[in-house]
């Protein structure tokens, strides 16, 4: 029996609980700001995601900044000054204005945004992939999936590819949205509720599993061509079992970087699935990559940056252990991580020292922010967008 609705929300709460909570009161570090990160715009996206799991991020793509929120609105603003473009609700899709306008049903989106040829796809907890136009925010079309969505899908080689809390690797059409294949994979009875976003690249998809596996599936035909375990589940308890592999995978020069929680960091062959090394990191947040420097967040707030040729750690910060971060982002010559209290940190990503720290909404980030060669964007809980720019 495969159990996903309210056991996995509670393991969510739980680690949240153990990470934010202590006998002693959590004490941010001391940092002197060498750096003033300027506020370029602040907007709001509805609701944001509340306190549900979500992997709802923003997207920045041609001058534009892409955002959503669960209830079901999807926006375009202007980069440079947060200007509205577009507005698009998914609750009053189909439906007269009159009934949209007193219903209080949420769309639930909660994985995305992804682009691609001038179109956006999301998915929803409702388990629906949905596909809008870019420039107008016009529905292109609403498909129904085996399971939640609660990861940006992939986009490449001719398909969109969802991965849902259910264990599936969904393939559509991006012109249509009909299934091209679907790959099931079995999960275990209890889980972090959270799901790998897939990954679309060298004509495979790459995925990671509940059970602390990899994978890699042939983009045409969805058929396995190579899985490896990076995680085995351990101790006595369905809770201390926990293997998920919910971070992102990262694909370099033909080497698969990939983490599990309760599991390891490892590099890969991604032809073959070989091991090339692994190291003792565990983690369910997505990780950065910048030249040869692979960045990760611990499951405690450890935060690492890592020769990514070998393996060797090249600093560690542990400054923000229990403070419940995001996932890194490298932007510029810093790396920023968020926490649950709506602070932004930022580090020197050559020695890991804090250069700056800056207080936002109070909701908290959760997860990382979106960056482009001139600007970094974060969002919180509450729906909160703020575009940062350091000179």
């Known amino acids: 029996m495969k159990l996903f609705g309210k056991i996995t929300a509670v393991v ?33 996206v509805g609701k944001g995601v509340a306190h549900y799991e979500s992997g709802l991020k923003p997207l920045i793509q041609d001058n534009k900044v892409y955002a959503a929120s669960r209830e079901g609105l999807v926006v375009a603003k202007n980069l440079s000054n947060g200007r509205t473009l577009w507005r ?8 007269s204005s009159l009934l949209a306008r007193f219903s209080s049903d949420s769309a639930r989106i909660a994985g995305g945004i992804s682009y691609s040829n001038n179109r956006l796809y999301l998915g929803t907890e409702n388990g629906e992939v949905f596909a809008l136009n870019a420039e107008t925010g016009q529905l292109l079309w609403r498909v ?8 940006s899908p992939a986009v490449g080689d001719g398909l969109v590819v969802a991965a849902t809390t259910a264990g599936n690797i969904i393939a559509l059409d991006p012109e249509t949205g009909e299934q091209r294949w679907i790959f099931e994979d079995d999960q275990p009875a209890l889980t972090i509720r959270g799901v790998s976003e897939p990954v ?10 509940g059970t602390g596996r990899v994978g890699v599936l042939l ?19 369905d809770l201390s079992r ?31 699935g070989r091991q090339l090394w692994k190291r003792d990191y565990a983690s369910f947040r997505n990780m950065a990559i910048s030249g040869n420097i692979l960045y990760v967040v611990d499951s405690t707030g450890g935060i690492y940056a890592i020769d990514r040729r070998n393996g ?46 800056q207080r936002f909404d109070s909701s908290g980030f959760y997860r990382e922010a979106v960056a482009n060669d001139d600007y970094i964007l974060v969002t919180s809980r509450n729906g909160e967008l703020v575009l940062l720019q350091v000179p």
């Open 88 to 95: 698009f609700d998914l609750r009053t899709e189909g439906r």
């Open 242 to 272: 926990l293997v998920d592999v919910d971070a992102k995978p990262i694909v370099v020069a033909g080497t698969l970087y990939s983490i599990a929680y309760n599991g390891e960091l490892v590099a890969m062959e991604l032809r073959s």
């Open 144 to 151: 129904p999936v085996k399971g939640e969505v609660l990861a």
């Open 12 to 44: 969510l709460v739980a680690f949240a609980v153990s990470a934010c909570s202590s006998k002693e009161k959590l004490v941010l570090p001391d940092v002197q700001n060498s750096i003033s990160p300027k506020k370029v715009w602040q907007s709001k």
């Open 312 to 357: 060797s750690e090249v600093w560690g910060q542990q400054g923000l252990r229990r403070h419940f971060l995001s996932g890194p982002t490298v932007y510029k010559d810093y790396l920023v991580v968020g926490d649950v209290k709506g602070n932004l940190h930022w580090l020197n990503r050559e020695t890991g020292d804090f250069v700056a720290r």
């Open 219 to 237: 983009a045409d035909r969805g058929y396995q061509a190579w899985e490896e375990a990076i995680a085995i589940p351990q101790g006595t308890t």
């Open 200 to 209: 679309i690249e060298a004509g495979g998809v790459i995925y990671g599993s």
